[in-house]
T-cell receptor, first 114, second 114 residues
Framework: AQSVTQLDSQVPVFEEAPVELRCNYS??????LFWYVQYPNQGLQLLLK??????LVKGINGFEAEFNKSQTSFHLRKPSVHISDTAEYFC????????????FGTGTRLTVIP | DGGITQSPKYLFRKEGQNVTLSCEQN?????MYWYRQDPGQGLRLIYY???????QKGDIAEGYSVSREKKESFPLTVTSAQKNPTAFYLC?????????????FGPGTRLLVL
């Protein structure tokens, strides 16, 4: 089975500052990796995903993430955040083989301070 | 516009009552999913369906039931057997049932117990 750990439940950051949201995963098989964003009282929207190839993945809204297989991490970064980035961010994994279900972390609430 | 609609936005359940949450998609997706989201937790899979007239249990199916009579519709019934139904319910769909596929989410239904 797969599992995802998002160690930071809340991350406050000032507007225009950089941010990193951490994600570590555990799996006995190869995985695909995803970051989703959820704005208040809304569904989730895909930010980016890693399937194969380059370990640096660029997504929407200026976000990027780097897959590190040796550290089993997929941290999300943005060099300069905006007020509109305030939301909850979920890391998720799915196994390349087997049931192919998405396993989500518990989420990180990013609050951008003016 | 293509997308996923969920209704109602808020739903109230009385003790011993069954309630049904609606999920409709016009994306022509084969696969559909139901997730439950509780505060401070990630999303947990309730049921999923790869094709019309077929569905499988997810991690927390007890107390829930689904049907998939049409490709565009995947209603979820929360039965009286579900003793702690208060949560945010999210429906999703994807083009195919595969680990690499992006799941597209609806806006959610918040279920509250009276």
């Amino acid at each position: 089975a797969q599992s995802v750990t998002q160690l930071d439940s809340q991350v406050p950051v000032f507007e225009e500052a950089p941010v990193e949201l951490r994600c570590n995963y555990s799996s006995s098989v190869s995985v695909y990796l995803f970051w989703y964003v959820q704005y208040p009282n809304q569904g989730l929207q895909l930010l980016l995903k890693y399937l194969s190839g380059s370990t640096l993945v660029k997504g929407i809204n200026g976000f990027e993430a780097e897959f590190n297989k040796s550290q089993t991490s997929f941290h999300l970064r943005k060099p300069s955040v905006h007020i509109s980035d305030t939301a909850e961010y979920f890391c998720a994994v799915s196994a390349l083989t087997g049931a192919n279900n998405l396993f989500f972390g518990t989420g990180t609430r990013l609050t951008v301070i003016p | 516009d293509g997308g996923i609609t969920q209704s109602p936005k808020y739903l109230f359940r009385k003790e011993g009552q069954n309630v049904t949450l609606s999920c409709e998609q016009n994306l022509n997706h084969d696969a559909m999913y139901w997730y439950r989201q509780d505060p401070g937790q990630g999303l947990r899979l309730i049921y999923y369906s790869q094709i019309v007239n077929d569905f499988q249990k997810g991690d927390i199916a007890e107390g829930y039931s689904v049907s998939r009579e049409k490709k565009e519709s995947f209603p979820l019934t929360v039965t009286s057997a579900q003793k702690n139904p208060t949560a945010f319910y999210l429906c999703a769909s994807s083009d195919a049932r595969g680990a690499r596929e992006t799941q597209y989410f609806g806006p959610g239904t918040r279920l509250l117990v009276l």
